[in-house]
């Protein structure tokens, strides 16, 4: 749109000859109007150039942001898995404790039933 508007004013402008004096005017104009439109162009290039990379360095920061999210959900679970792997191990330990003083409730109910076995054996002979 800016590119079309440039070219028709410069067009009206410039491009005007009535003799053939002004026919070496116009082959003048003609490159100095080809000059323009190369530079319309490469500004119009810049512009599309700096228009993709933001939309690239948005696209970016969209991502960043998963990311974020992503690292923060991650950090919640860690944090819920600790909690469970701690209760978990508690539990364990107090089931292990358990069985541990059944076992030794078990050989000390053994001990004394042998150790009374052999004292009260003693006595009836």
Do not use: P
């Not at 001990?111 to 076995?117: G, K, M, N, T, Y």
């Amino acid at each position: 749109m800016v590119l079309s508007l440039h070219v028709i004013k410069f067009l009206k402008q410039e491009t005007k000859f009535n003799n053939i004096d002004n026919l070496s005017h116009h082959a003048l104009y003609t490159f100095e109007f080809a000059n323009f439109v190369t530079k319309i162009f490469k500004k119009c290039l810049i512009n599309m150039t700096l228009m993709f990379q933001e939309r690239e360095v948005a696209q970016r920061g969209e991502a960043l942001d998963a990311l974020h999210d992503k690292t923060e959900n991650l950090s919640v679970s860690a944090q819920g898995f600790r909690r469970g792997a701690n209760r978990v191990r508690k539990q364990m330990w107090w089931k292990d404790m358990k069985m541990r003083i059944i076992i030794a409730a078990v050989i000390i109910i053994i001990l004394v039933v042998i150790i009374l076995s052999i004292t009260l054996g003693n006595k009836k002979k």
